[in-house]
């Protein structure tokens, strides 16, 4: 077999390939182990020793096969071995630092860094020209048991595929000039137990995925400087630790259970967004750092620490129980809580203009201190209760999604407008908003609410207290409970619009009235009447529809009554009899 791959590649023996090899190679030695023996898969193995003192790869003593690394072919390119068990000593001085300065650049099929180090000896450092490396399978592999942190500092390169880094000895790896070009596919996999480090100075741009199967990724690059790709994706019990302020950067990170990703105290730092594979996932957030994200993601995970978390574009989803205790900005887009614990009460949400706290699943949320700075509260699916405080530092606006319901619990305070949009809202806290508009919206206040609004499409409903109210055409005022039709809605003065309507449900129960602290004016309102199920009022039943305290008057009257049904019109009441 062999006989045919020498005539294979022009030779006729192997006495001929080793005369070829020596007229290639003069430095090679004739009582060095056979050419053969050291053949790998892609090519020769070449172990370095130093023991020239210079450190350099060019210099063929520095190497125990006393060749410099070189591609052969037809064998293909090399694989170079750093082992502390083969390290020269020269004065005093173990030989673990070197520099490829090999006047051609040469392709590596595999760079190996193992064995247990001596005492005294340092670890390796290995610079100079870029190390390009050839084929998929093409990578690093570092098992030594030195104890320290091995360095690479020269350039790497592997165009268009993924670096291979296998780490899972007692050394951690640096690898201080891993890049990618902008645009490139180029990408790299972390595996094995150990500890990879990433400090490039320059920034990765490439479009691949950096990939941490196992053990740790620490990104300790300079300030802004992005180490990975634009995916990174962290498998079961695999971690990531962000040591220096935007080595993310826009980067696009994935979870698998188990998985953890750590930003150090004081990090600031910007993903693209954060995903759940399979739910799970943890996000540690160091005292006084700050993690944005700028996309579309949906975190099922926990996110816990002293740091704080803010929104800056996009939509993300958080549907795990989180424990930071940081502040929450959404500046921009959307976040969307989908837990009932997402941020806790320890937590301050801020909503800037444009921005919008979404809350889905008909949840309880946790008493979240919300600030509405022009912004929105969207209640986009289920009955959701909002249980913090809201403070409004502009004119802000609740939302609700069609078939959606939301309640505000807490105080609402702050001496600008909130308008109401689509849905039902409750209010059993106290609402001190200057004017609150309902647009195509159900305002239910069953606590205390400032001056209301009530445009086109818009109900007012409860047995709570508001200010002035005003009905424009187009609403509608319907006091009581939104359940049982009855009860008493407390209020300032009150205008209703030419258009507008008052409504009432008659039950045995009796009906819903209002009591105005000021003056009513009917202004040519329509009175919209309903029974409940099965009741039917006898003849000459009458019904108190609304009071005015004694100080004040209910002036004009309802454009139209229903059949059936007459209306006295008295200086602080009005009354309705059955016929």
């Known amino acids: 077999m062999l006989r045919r791959l020498w005539k294979l590649f022009g030779f006729e023996s192997r006495p001929a390939l080793r005369r070829s090899l020596r007229r290639r190679a003069p430095s090679f030695r004739p009582g060095l182990e056979a050419l053969e023996d050291r053949l790998t898969p892609s090519g020769l193995t070449f172990h370095w020793t130093g023991a020239a003192g210079d450190g350099k790869w060019i210099d063929p003593s520095n190497w125990q096969e006393h060749a410099s690394p070189h591609d052969n072919p037809p064998f293909g390119h090399p694989t170079l071995v750093f082992d502390y068990g083969n390290v020269a000593l020269r004065n005093g001085v173990y030989q673990t630092a070197s520099t490829d300065d090999l006047g051609a650049s040469i392709e590596l099929a595999n760079l190996q860094i193992q064995g247990t180090a001596k005492a005294g000896e340092g670890s390796f450092h290995i610079g100079g020209n870029a190390l390009t490396f050839d084929g998929s399978l093409a990578g690093i592999t570092d098992t030594a048991n030195h104890g320290g942190t091995d360095v690479v500092s020269a350039p790497l390169e592997k165009p268009g595929l993924v670096l291979p880094v296998t780490v899972s000895g007692l050394d951690s790896l640096k690898l201080s000039a891993w890049t990618a070009p902008a645009g490139s596919e180029n990408g790299l996999t972390k595996e094995g137990l150990g500890t990879l480090i990433l400090a490039s100075s320059v920034n990765n741009a490439a479009r691949g995925k950096t990939t941490v199967v196992g053990g740790a990724l620490r990104l300790e690059g300079p300030a802004g400087v992005r180490q990975v790709t634009d995916n990174l994706e962290i498998d079961a019990t695999a971690s990531v630790a962000d040591n220096a302020s935007g080595q993310l950067k826009f980067t696009n990170v994935k979870f698998e259970p188990l998985s953890h990703l750590a930003l150090a105290p004081g990090v600031s730092d910007t993903v693209a967004a954060l995903n759940s594979l399979r739910s799970g996932g943890a996000v540690n957030l160091g005292a006084g750092s700050t993690l944005t994200i700028d996309g579309v993601g949906t975190f099922a995970g926990k996110i816990s620490g002293g740091g704080g978390l803010t929104i800056a574009s996009g939509e993300q989803i958080l549907s795990g129980t989180n424990t930071y205790t940081g502040p929450t900005a959404v500046n921009g887009g959307e976040l969307t809580l989908a837990s009932a614990k997402a941020v806790q009460s320890s937590s301050g949400i801020t909503v800037a203009s444009g921005a919008t706290l979404g809350l889905q699943g008909g949840l309880p949320f946790s008493a979240v201190p919300l600030t509405l700075n022009a912004g929105a509260l969207d209640s986009k699916s289920g009955a959701n209760v909002w249980q913090g405080a809201i403070a409004l530092a502009a004119d802000a606006t609740v939302a609700m999604q069609p078939g959606a319901a939301l309640t505000l619990a807490g105080a609402v305070s702050g001496s600008h407008n909130l308008t109401v949009q689509g849905g039902i809202l409750n209010l059993t806290g106290h609402d001190a908003a200057a004017v609150t508009t309902l647009l195509n919206a159900t305002l239910v206040v069953n606590g205390v609410a400032g001056a209301v609004t009530v445009d086109s499409g818009g109900i007012l409903e409860g047995t709570g207290t508001t200010g002035a109210v005003g009905v424009n055409n187009g609403g509608i005022l319907e006091p009581g409970s939104a359940s049982a039709h009855t009860g008493v809605l407390t209020s300032g003065a009150v205008t209703f619009a030419p258009g507008s309507a008052y409504a009432v449900q008659l039950s045995a129960s009796g009906i819903g009235q209002l009591r105005a602290n000021g003056r009513v004016s009917l202004a040519g309102a329509t009175l919209r009447i309903t029974r409940a199920a099965g009741y039917s009022p006898a ?39 059955v016929d």
Not at 552 to 577: E, H, Q, R, W
């Open 539 to 577: 003849s000459g039943t009458t019904f108190t529809l609304m009071r005015t305290d004694s100080a004040d008057s209910i002036t004009g009257t309802f454009a139209s009554v229903p059949p059936g049904y007459a209306v006295t019109y008295n200086a602080t009441s009005v009354i309705l009899k």
